[in-house]
């Protein structure tokens, strides 16, 4: 079997003519002169199976239909074990139908043209057909490498295709014929972004979900300001991602607020930013949600870092993420002992320093419901139950963690089927050494 041609291996597409009589053949060699493609010729099929075993990237078979021993459509479906990414055409003196539907329904081909045929047709023809070849050969490299992620990130799946099922995106405008075929390309890849965030925040164990609670804010925040589809999902990215230049820092460091820190432990964590856009910069989907973290440590008034920019010159969606990145810091490090009023006054003696004046009530009227559905109920009791003893509808009270510290729900998520079959799952591969809390009405 044919190996998936590589791209630059594309740039010159291969024909294969099959025809018993060598002046036709000339005749086809003649018309493709001029293009940028190497044309191969066989004067009987089992001449043209040589060829195919020995020329592995050939992208077109044309063949005649009548021709000794070997008819058109019995030569197209024996190339089809030896080559089965190329397009094959049928040529026809005869507009024999069953032929043609022979050749389609036994040799897959792509289309049959009459003999004698006119040379414009028979060209464009062909070009379509290597058009094609090229479009199926990409999409086969492509899904090789969405196999290769798969495999390295298999105990990840489930819980990303839950998480991915939970974000309500819009559904984006059509797409053309080579973006639908890489359309599940893309969801793994949004998949890698959501178990990279994870992954980060297993480092410090005191900042769980510290990520995905800054995304949530910011992504309510920019559908407020009435922020399109796409600008949104850099937001999420920018925002699940915006600490991913710490993973280099020392421990300690991390512990440190910055004016702890000495002069050259504060140059070092002053390039965390910077090497945050970096690690994702050569990623091109990625490069708009670098740049907003880039600047998420900007100030309004240009006193931040790594750059100076001030006001309208930093990225909306960093003013966004450093507003709800700085209420998630203070909610952790309060222990819940700062209610959400006081810190309101303390950001607003911050407004036009460090924050968006603008940007602070519209964050504070996102945060505040999202904290209030995470905070304890006082209404309702808190049980501890297996998976197998949940219910659609409960409500869980607790992050829940498998046994080796992978979050699987956040605290406040209504439990539905496929979240309870998540949690029954990990609890069979990687056992937690508690129940699930849930929250239960009085």
Known sequence: MSETPTPSSLEKGNILFVDDEENILRSLQRLFMDEEVEVFTASSGAQGLEILARETEVGVIVSDQRMPEMTGVDF??????????????????????????????????????NKPWNDDELVQAVKGALQMYRLLSENKRLGGIVKKQNAELKKWNTELEIMVQE????????????????????????????????????????????????????????????????????????????????????DL??????????????????????????????I???REAG???????????????????????IPLGARIIALADHIDKKVHKAMGAIGLEAMRKEVDLL?????????????????????????????????????NDLQEGMEASRDVYSGTGILLLTKGTVLARPSILLLKRYYELDPAKQGVFVSVKE
């Open 351 to 387: 407004k036009g320093t460090l924050f968006d004046p603008k940007l602070v009530p519209v964050v504070f009227e996102q945060a505040e419901p999202f904290y209030k559905k995470i905070r304890p109920r006082t209404d309702h009791i808190e049980i501890e139950l297996l998976p």
């Open 76 to 113: 197209l479906e024996k190339s089809k074990a030896i080559s089965p990414q190329s397009i094959r055409i049928l040529l026809t003196g005869y507009a024999d139908v069953n032929a043609a539907i022979d050749a389609i329904n036994r040799g897959g081909a792509f289309r049959y043209l």
């Open 253 to 282: 460091m991390r512990t440190r607020e910055a004016e702890q820190m000495n002069f050259a432990e504060r140059e070092e964590y002053l390039q965390h930013p910077v090497r945050g856009q970096a690690a994702i910069d050569r």
């Open 167 to 250: 974000q309500t995106m819009e559904l984006k405008k059509s797409y053309d014929t080579l973006r639908a075929i890489n359309s599940r390309l893309r969801v793994n890849f949004k998949n890698t972004i959501v178990a990279f965030s994870g992954l980060m925040e297993l480092r410090d164990k005191r900042m769980r979900t510290h990520s995905r609670n800054v995304a949530e804010v910011s992504v309510n925040v920019a559908k407020q300001l009435g922020m399109e589809s796409e600008e949104r999902e850099t937001v999420m990215v920018a925002a699940l991602l915006h600490d991913i230049g710490k993973i280099g820092i020392p």
């Open 291 to 313: 740049r907003i973290i880039r600047s998420h440590h900007e100030n309004y008034d240009g006193s931040g870092f790594p750059d100076g920019l001030k006001k309208a010159d």
């Open 284 to 286: 091109e989907e990625l």
